[in-house]
């Protein structure tokens, strides 16, 4: 099973740039210092059977094993053992944290042995071998801890997928945590659950000696985090149960024990894995103990990054009013659009059909309203130029006479002139000069006009549209640029 919570609006103008630089961090240790830390493992390995020290500490450690036994007809020989039982008992004596403490303490091979020196410099190369090893030496050991590796763990990783897996969780988790507390907490709380994590990971595995890495840890508190952080607000998150998948919103704060429940069942039942599924558990938990410190202290509203955003019902708008035009009743359907934008001003999609609507009963006045509205809006939004030719076009021979306003047949004219229609730009020029419209919109026509002539190499009608500006409009801003650039 797996449920993950998805970010809403995230907001580029304040972008959750903490979560991108833990992010960053983790991605950039693991490509700048841990990319050969497979081979010096391994080479440490060789060294440890090549150099006999494997023939002097495993039988050590099979006559400690033996010692445990509650069979003492049982024993591990060294002698008798195959290759593939040799490495399985030297990866259970390198996770034995008892044994190698007691190894390096001197209790297992005293300095009374005849090869205790051998021992004793064999041993210290092999440490330092796989000291190489970054994931190894500040990776969080239960068994012998420190107070660097409590930290240094939860920004290290056992692989690409490890770390690639790892960072998908951490932005969707996040980006949400971000956004919903104040930035100065996030680090610390983020560190918290991280520590959290390999707390509870140290208190049931102390005779452990395999080192613990990786961001779940932190990351389950970030998840942890957000459950108490949002509450009973619904949150998108995303659903797996085998074959079936799919997204829904749910209570935050369900999620929680939904979470905390699936790493216990894999704790006590899942069998045997590389997973510190307990470790993921202690930053559930202290996650959403920061959460409620959180909001307690804090009173965090919830921003509308995670707000379900409005339903848009301009569909159904539009849906309703094409069934009362199938149904030929032409005003409804054109009076349900104009409520509809009343609620979404300005809605290209709506618009659109209102037009085609109107076109079917091209008698009723309101065709002309419905088109010059549309039209405002190709005309108004940058390279709709030729969507409002187009639509001009199919207006003209849709109806028996065009009844557009002065207003929109400047607009259309400044639309043809940037789409390079010049041809009819001047006719529409000539019309409104020729009924002396009082056009405040006119001598900006006129100077664009008179700057798409020259653009052409037209000087003649440049020159034309330039003196027409100059002695019409003598007291315009644009007649003082004409003047200035001649």
């Given at each position: 099973m797996i449920i993950i919570p998805l970010s809403g609006r995230i907001s580029w103008k304040n972008p959750p740039f903490l979560t991108i630089a833990l992010v960053l961090v983790n991605c950039l240790v693991f490509s700048l210092f841990q990319l050969n830390d497979d081979r010096h493992y391994y080479e440490a390995t060789v060294f440890y059977f090549e150099s006999g020290l494997a023939q002097i500490e495993m039988p050590a450690y099979l006559d400690y094993l033996n010692t445990l036994q509650s069979n003492p007809g049982e024993k591990n020989n060294f002698d008798d053992m195959d290759d593939e039982t040799l490495i399985s008992y030297f990866r259970k004596m390198m996770a034995d944290a008892v044994f190698l403490k007691m190894l390096r303490g001197g209790d297992i091979i005293t300095d009374d042995m005849p090869h205790y020196e051998k021992w004793e410099t064999l041993r210290t190369e092999y440490e330092e071998k796989k000291l190489e090893s970054v994931s190894y030496r500040f990776g969080f050991k239960p068994g012998f801890p420190t107070t660097t590796t409590l930290f240094t763990h939860m920004f290290l990783h056992g692989g690409w997928a490890h770390l690639l897996g790892n960072m998908v969780f951490l932005w969707l988790a996040g980006c949400l945590v971000e956004t919903a507390m104040k930035r100065p907490y996030f680090l610390p709380a983020y560190i918290f659950t991280g520590l959290t994590s390999v707390g509870l990971f140290w208190v049931f595995n102390q005779s452990s000696a395999v080192q613990l890495v990786g961001a779940s840890g932190a990351i389950s508190g970030l998840m942890g985090m957000l459950t108490t952080l949002y509450g009973f607000n619904r949150i998108?998150?995303?659903?797996?149960?085998?074959?079936?998948?799919?997204?829904?919103?749910?209570?935050?704060?369900?999620?929680?024990?939904?979470?905390?429940?699936?790493?216990?069942?894999?704790?006590?039942?899942?069998?045997?894995?590389?997973?510190?599924?307990?470790?993921?558990?202690?930053?559930?938990?202290?996650?959403?103990?920061?959460?409620?410190?959180?909001?307690?202290?804090?009173?965090?509203?919830?921003?509308?990054?995670?707000?379900?955003?409005?339903?848009?019902?301009?569909?159904?708008?539009?849906?309703?009013?094409?069934?009362?035009?199938?149904?030929?009743?032409?005003?409804?359907?054109?009076?349900?659009?104009?409520?509809?934008?009343?609620?979404?001003?300005?809605?290209?999609?709506?618009?659109?059909?209102?037009?085609?609507?109107?076109?079917?009963?091209?008698?009723?006045?309101?065709?002309?309203?419905?088109?010059?509205?549309?039209?405002?809006?190709?005309?108004?939004?940058?390279?709709?130029?030729?969507?409002?030719?187009?639509?001009?076009?199919?207006?003209?021979?849709?109806?028996?006479?065009?009844?557009?306003?002065?207003?929109?047949?400047?607009?259309?004219?400044?639309?043809?002139?940037?789409?390079?229609?010049?041809?009819?730009?001047?006719?529409?020029?000539?019309?409104?000069?020729?009924?002396?419209?009082?056009?405040?919109?006119?001598?900006?026509?006129?100077?664009?006009?008179a700057q798409a002539f020259k653009k052409r190499g037209d000087d003649g009608k440049h020159e034309k549209c330039r003196r027409i500006l100059l002695s019409r409009f003598p007291e315009s801003r644009e007649a003082a640029l004409m003047t200035q650039t001649r």
């Open positions: 998108r998150v995303f659903y797996s149960l085998g074959f079936y998948f799919n997204y829904l919103r749910a209570p935050a704060i369900l999620l929680l024990p939904i979470w905390v429940g699936a790493e216990l069942v894999q704790v006590f039942w899942g069998g045997p894995s590389n997973v510190a599924y307990l470790a993921h558990v202690g930053g559930f938990i202290g996650g959403g103990a920061a959460g409620l410190l959180i909001t307690r202290v804090l009173h965090v509203d919830i921003p509308e990054v995670i707000k379900e955003a409005p339903k848009d019902r301009a569909p159904e708008y539009i849906e309703q009013a094409l069934k009362e035009a199938g149904e030929l009743n032409i005003q409804e359907a054109i009076t349900i659009l104009d409520q509809a934008l009343g609620e979404y001003p300005g809605h290209l999609e709506i618009m659109k059909q209102q037009y085609k609507i109107a076109r079917l009963d091209p008698d009723n006045a309101v065709i002309h309203t419905v088109a010059g509205r549309l039209l405002n809006a190709f005309c108004t939004s940058e390279g709709n130029g030729d969507k409002a030719r187009d639509l001009y076009d199919d207006y003209i021979k849709t109806v028996k006479k065009p009844k557009l306003s002065l207003q929109a047949y400047a607009r259309l004219t400044a639309a043809y002139i940037s789409i390079g229609d010049t041809a009819r730009a001047e006719k529409f020029v000539a019309m409104f000069l020729k009924r002396k419209a009082d056009m405040p919109e006119l001598p900006v026509i006129l100077m664009k006009l």
